[in-house]
């Protein structure tokens, strides 16, 4: 009787998640994974504060004036009798509002103008170019504070802060989406799609865009952080809404009344520092990402 050599199958082995992927990696990232820590810190800092919190004590006259840090008022209370805690929560979120806006819009803007301009090409192209090109060695922060400076200071608003910073935020997003489009549309799989009878939607939505998500991604990050930044120094120059307790707003309310001549250190410090950890925050993720989309210096699994 002949042997019948039983054979096991050979173990399957799983794919880790795309979630398990990404922890991995950010222990291989330090940057990318300090950044994403202190967003995450700031955003439990404000979603906790607005619920402990009362967001009427951002607001003049709601609290004793130039009180310094103390357990009744931890970051203290400026000139103007605002509870600063209360203040920094509420500027956090407007800032985070008008950083998300104005990104938001920069960025789907400039992905529908680079897809358009770099797949159909023809004059649509010649004119999107023509525009980026004209509009690029302008100082974007020379036109912004034109802009806010010609506006009647009762009417400018968050919304309309996000939507003064938000004017030229496509143009960066339209030239890299662009440029990423132009290259792949010469890929091998776009031209089977074609010779498919894929519709050209179906290959822009189904074969392009999935693979230019991390581009995308990046580009996001990158405009967050410029409208971050503008919507930072136009405060500062005192062109932002006066009346609300942005981050920026705060610190030109400080310098306006010498704050630091007069001893009220911890008016100003408090925002500074806030706003270093956001824009550096926004800045490590930023370029964690860009690594991330570009295999040429993403780092070995």
């Not at 700031?42 to 619920?51: A, D, W």
């Not at 840090?69 to 970051?75: I, V």
């Not at 806010?148 to 003064?164: P, Q």
């Not at 008016?267 to 956001?278: K, V």
């Amino acid at each position: 009787m002949a042997n019948i050599t039983m054979v096991s199958p050979s173990p399957t082995i799983s794919q880790p998640s795309n979630v398990v992927l990404f922890f991995r990696y950010l222990r291989r990232n330090k940057g990318l994974a300090l950044g994403v820590i202190i967003l995450v810190a700031l955003f439990l800092f404000t979603v906790i504060g607005l619920l402990v919190v009362n967001p009427k004590h951002a607001y003049p006259l709601s609290a004793g004036l130039k009180q310094a840090p103390s357990l009744k008022y931890p970051f203290g209370t400026d000139f103007f009798g605002r509870d600063l805690l209360a203040a920094m929560v509420v500027g956090m979120w407007q800032t985070a509002f008008i950083g998300l806006l104005a990104g938001g819009i920069g960025t789907l803007v400039g992905v529908v103008l680079g897809f358009t301009s770099a797949y159909f090409g023809g004059w649509i192209d010649g004119a999107v170019r023509t525009v980026c090109q004209i509009l690029t060695p302008i100082p974007v922060l020379l036109i912004q504070v034109v802009v806010a400076g010609s506006l009647d200071k009762r009417d400018v608003t968050i919304f309309t802060m996000a939507l003064i910073v938000a004017m030229l935020a496509w143009m960066g997003p339209t030239l890299v989406i662009r440029a990423q489009v132009m290259t792949m549309k010469e890929r091998q799989f776009v031209a089977v799609a074609k010779l498919s009878g894929v519709s050209d939607m179906g290959i822009i939505f189904r074969e392009i865009l999935p693979n230019l998500l991390p581009f995308i991604a990046a580009a996001f990050v990158g405009q967050v952080f410029s409208a971050v930044f503008a919507s930072f120094y136009l405060a500062v120059l005192g062109l932002g809404p006066l009346r609300e307790p942005l981050l920026g707003n705060i610190i030109w309310a400080a310098q306006s009344q010498g704050a630091f001549f007069n001893g009220w250190w911890w008016w100003p410090l408090e925002p500074a520092f806030a706003m270093i950890l956001i824009l550096g925050a926004l800045a490590l993720v930023n370029m964690g990402l860009d690594e991330l989309a570009n295999p040429r210096v993403r780092k070995s699994e």
